[in-house]
């Protein structure tokens, strides 16, 4: 296998299909599996991959995406005759085993779960295909092309109307408990003035019942209460 590294970040792979049938092929940000042909079949094939880097949103989008790792790829050309003026590009035949396609340059963290992050695949038309990502942030594919990973631009959005829902929350529930101890607080003041104004109202109740006469002592006057004696009640008193 020899590699040679040409323009605009790629490199160039070049690998004998036998090779490709037993033992796959291992480079950069791509894991071909063992037991893969190529379609048509050749003697000698040509992997050419690139990363585009900063330039990724330059030659791809995904309307309504935001790219979180740079766009890499590979494309397979047949390199069976070295004197040709052209290559003929060809498809591979994985007989359903995946490519893995990792992103060594991606800021993810390994084995970090972005949520919503999907992957996408871009084809030659510019149409783009969106598949899952597994545990490992790493993508799978049947056939060569261009990948990414990708989020939803409203995602952020969401995230800042459920932080302020939970934070209107949180307000409502504060104030909600602050409004019934200011109820209960002044429920027990209005308990306790009503009961000082009727102790206050009887107290003047039972002041003006109270009526004593005066009588002069000496050059003053002092009260006096009238004095109610009881009758004897004489036995035999018809005698």
């Not at 149409?127 to 545990?135: I, M, P, W, Y």
């Not at 056939?143 to 934070?167: A, C, E, M, T």
């Not at 009640?233 to 018809?238: C, D, K, Q």
Request: proline share 4%.
């Amino acid at each position: 296998m020899s590699l040679n590294i040409i323009w605009f970040g790629s490199l160039i792979v070049r690998i004998r299909s036998r090779t490709l049938w037993n033992i796959g092929a291992n480079f950069s940000n791509f894991q071909i599996p063992s037991g893969t042909m190529t379609s048509p079949h050749v003697k000698r094939l040509a992997i050419v991959y690139q990363d585009l880097g900063n330039w990724s949103s330059y030659y791809y989008s995904a309307p309504g995406y935001s790219m979180i790792t740079p766009v890499v790829g590979f494309m397979v050309f047949n390199a069976s005759n070295a004197r040709a003026e052209s290559t003929e590009k060809i498809s591979l035949d994985t007989r359903g085993k995946a490519i893995v396609i990792r992103f060594a340059n991606s800021t993810i963290p390994e084995s970090m779960i972005v949520p919503g992050a999907k992957c996408v695949t871009f084809s030659a038309s510019g149409a783009f295909h969106l598949s899952e990502v597994n545990q490992l942030n790493e993508c799978h594919s049947q056939d060569q092309g261009h990948f990414s990973i990708v989020v939803p631009l409203q995602r952020k959005g969401r995230d800042n109307r459920k932080h302020s829902l939970w934070y209107l929350w949180v307000i409502e529930i504060v104030l909600g408990f602050s409004v019934v101890a200011l109820l209960v607080y002044f429920g027990i003041v209005s308990l306790k003035l009503l009961k000082t104004k009727t102790i206050q109202a009887m107290e003047r109740q039972a002041d003006e019942d109270l009526v004593l006469d005066t009588i002069w002592v000496g050059r003053g006057k002092m009260p006096s209460a009238t004095v109610t004696r009881t009758q004897p009640n004489l036995e035999n008193a018809g005698f």
